[in-house]
DNA sequence: TTGACAAATGACTCAATAGTCACTATTATA
DNA sequence: TATAATAGTGACTATTGAGTCATTTGTCAA
């Protein structure tokens, strides 16, 4: 739905700018040029809005992220890619991610949350499986101290060029952090985060994607394909899905499909989790 | 003014928990146990009850560090006191730091946003003299990086004690976070953030505390004082203030006298600025 | 042209909130 | 005890904002 699309992008400028609880849905029409109640067909409320928003970039985010970390094949341009590709999307869905900063540590609601916290997770395991891969034993001890670093350098760096309107070199701000990983992986010994802290800290969300819920979505997005390559790959990775028979290099040449098509990242990224690529 | 105490901390604890916008004043009164118009007694309006938390917090905060700092004397302890202090001081006013940490991108207030980007720059100056001491020439192309490293190991830690009850130990998260400074320091060779590039994003706030502000809290200060010792150092330092005749020496036995009273540590530190010791 | 259906509208309801003010209670003073 | 000064009250106003729904507008096929 067009006017669904419309809804999101105007209001994604206006939160952006005014934070979620100070923007109303009047002002979100007006920016839109509808009325009042054409709101209400698309969003059955203000917070559905701001979950689909979440949802629709965070999905966005983490497969683009995602992808980059599973297809550097050279383990010298790992983190520089993975630094690259995470700073290049947060200043391609800059708005989102200010409003991302801004709103993550608010309580409106219980949904709001457990969403955020579920994306947290994703983005903790991606640099999780970068560091074991890179540095393997060396970072044992320290590994989920260093989850910890790099999500800092993250939102520190971030906040720099989205709310200070610094110029971004997306080249020197990878290298330098890829030189302050390596310095801080190869080195560190005392760590503070440790698994058991980990654990500790972890809320009790049980959030596992089901084999029926990557279902539901293949459907959704079977439906909508248009090009036949990629409907045909999802076809079949749906039967793969409900019956494993192929064997797996076909399956990795599905994904492969589809992986690049616009539509299909978050669905290639759930698939590549659920058979384990 | 009993009255004004007890609603700034009833208060913290209902912004701490739903944050600003979500707390109403009803609430703030009801969790008092006092009605609405004695809320308008203490304070003009809910604004002039966040900027006198943040003023109040912020200024004890800021002079904890900063006394710190100053008064370490041996190198070695210093970035361990420095880490200490800090968390120490987040985690004595956890209540007031997950304000912070919430409201810190919020754009409700100019002046809120004023009196923000003033105490950063305030603890921005702490961490430069502090790198300077430490590392002298060794950091001068990277100690604005150091800063903004610094900065996200600050934020980035505190959020897990603050926001997930994880269990603090200050020692172990100090020693941690020494050692990861100390490694940043010695070998990062690529810095991101410039002296130039903090240039460019400093707002154009000029708020720099003048002689007559000074003088003003002084007054107060004497007014309220009831050991003899600290009194007479106060008066002493607002004439040294009025007419500087004082040896140097003396004025930094004044301010020593002061700096350790409770309710002297935000006027000793804005003399130690504006003395330059 | 008609009539059936869907899409869109915006005046309206209802709840909540910041801030006010005429009044009351309490305390200090003479 | 009487009086004045101060502290405290809560019903009230004015405003805003989320969400609803009776009505209008637009778009088809017949």
Redo the contacts between chains.
């Keep these: 739905m067009m006017k669904k699309q419309l809804i999101m992008e105007k209001a994604l400028e206006l939160f952006a700018k ?2 979620f ?2 923007t109303s849905v009047q002002q979100i029409t007006e920016h839109c040029g509808i009325s009042k109640g054409a709101f209400y067909l698309s969003f059955k409320s203000k917070d559905e809005l701001i979950l689909a928003l979440i949802d629709h970039f965070m999905m966005q985010i983490t497969s683009d992220i995602d992808y980059i970390v599973r297809n550097t094949k050279d383990d010298k341009e790992l983190l520089y890619q993975f630094y690259y590709a995470t700073f290049d999307s947060f200043h391609k869905h800059s708005d989102f991610a ?1 409003i991302l ?2 709103e993550q ?4 609601n219980q949904e709001f949350m457990l969403k955020m916290h579920y994306y947290n997770r994703l983005i903790q395991n991606i640099i999780l499986s970068l560091l074991e891969r890179l540095y393997g034993d060396e970072v044992k001890q320290t590994k989920f ?1 260093l989850i ?2 790099i ?3 993250m ?3 971030s ?2 060029f989205l ?5 971004l ?1 997306l080249d ?2 990878s ?3 890829v ?2 990983t390596n ?2 992986a190869r ?7 440790s698994q058991e ?1 980990i654990q ?2 972890k809320q009790p969300l049980n959030e596992e994607v089901t084999k029926e819920q990557i279902l539901k979505i293949i459907e959704q997005r079977i439906a909508e394909m248009d090009e036949p390559i990629e409907k045909e790959s999802l076809i079949l990775l749906k039967q793969q899905l409900l019956d494993p028979t192929l064997p797996r290099a076909i399956v990795k040449g599905l994904l492969e499909n589809i992986s690049n098509h616009p539509h299909c990242k978050w669905i290639s990224y759930l698939l590549r989790c659920y058979f384990e690529f």
């Design positions: 005014h934070g609880e100070a200010k900063i801004k540590t608010q309580t409106f101290d910890y670093c999500k800092g350098f939102s520190t760096y906040e720099l709310f200070y309107n610094a110029p070199d020197l701000l290298k330098s952090l030189e302050k310095l801080l080195h560190t010994t005392i760590p503070f985060v802290l500790m800290i």
